[in-house]
């Protein structure tokens, strides 16, 4: 499986299956935060592009899912138009710890008949450790090492009004803050993360009246193989429903080949050019 490919479904994934707490630092996207995560779940609309002068046109990505906070779980089905590789579908499913994909080529790529593949983006460890907490949507991840979160405006998520926030995030400071709470092996890989991207990645998040956030959107930049053009995300997410407490399940062990060792080896690999 190309790296390039793995890396555009890991953060697309990862971004839509997360969720963290932010550290109660008594700014507006902080407490925002705190209140979406005391829905019990809520349903979610997304939309992605991807551009770089590696790729002939954008490739563009569509779709939906669901989280249900009581049981920890996220579902999401994703469309990706790639213009090298073609329509890919993909099914995931994540329960804080880990997330699991499949569908083309994701399943025909794997060993031994497997049908899922596994991947552990914090070497194991749950939201709730690798972010100090847990929270309501993706983009709110790294927040907790956004410096700077302004109010850009007022703008309405279907239907709803919302105040605009945004901020940058620094991946090496979120690092550090792991290296005083004693998790060196967290701060190694987010201290990593920070030496592959060339910019910090920015963050807007839209919240409503209620304090609850109605829209997320995350703009970075991110590396591919080794001598080749940076690729850049700009992903939206919009979650409404919320109460909707979905019931879902994960994928039988069987079925699942675990492709963590081989994601860490890649990114060891890139952070060593």
Excluded: C
């Excluded at 997360?18 to 902080?30: F, G, K, Y």
């Excluded at 991947?119 to 907790?144: C, K, R, T």
């Excluded at 920015?202 to 304090?211: A, F, M, N, P, R």
Aim: hydrophobic share 40%; glycine share 8%.
């Amino acid at each position: 499986m190309k790296l390039l490919f793995l890396l555009l479904v890991l953060v697309l994934v990862n971004s839509l299956l997360h969720r963290e707490e932010e550290p109660l630092d008594l700014n507006p996207v902080a407490a925002a935060a705190e209140r979406t995560r005391e829905e019990p779940g809520a349903r979610f609309t997304m939309e992605a592009t991807y551009t770089s002068t590696a790729l002939p046109r954008p490739m563009s990505a569509h779709g939906g899912g669901a989280y249900n906070s009581e049981t920890g779980l996220s579902e999401a089905r994703l469309t990706m138009d790639s213009p090298i590789a073609g329509r890919i579908e993909i099914e995931a499913v994540g329960d804080g710890t880990s997330f699991y994909m499949r569908g083309n080529p994701i399943s025909s790529e794997l060993p031994g008949g497997k049908e899922w593949m596994k991947v552990e983006p914090f070497l194991g460890h749950s939201q709730e450790e690798a972010m100090l907490g847990s929270d309501a949507a993706s983009s709110l991840q790294m927040l907790s090492s956004a410096s700077g979160v302004q109010r850009v405006g007022r703008e309405k998520v279907r239907g709803v009004p919302t105040r605009r926030f945004r901020a940058e995030v620094g991946l090496d400071e979120y690092g550090a803050l792991l290296r005083e709470e004693g998790k060196d092996d967290l701060a190694e890989q987010y201290e990593e993360y920070a030496t592959l991207m060339p910019t910090p990645p920015l963050v807007e998040v839209w919240i409503d009246s209620q304090g609850i956030v109605r829209r997320n959107r995350m703009v970075m930049t991110m590396p591919t193989e080794p001598g080749q053009p940076s690729l850049q995300m700009d992903m939206r997410m919009d979650l409404y429903d919320f109460g909707a407490q979905p019931a879902i399940q994960l994928p039988d062990d069987s079925a699942v080949f675990d492709m963590t060792p081989v994601v860490e080896e890649q990114l060891d690999a890139l952070a060593e050019q």
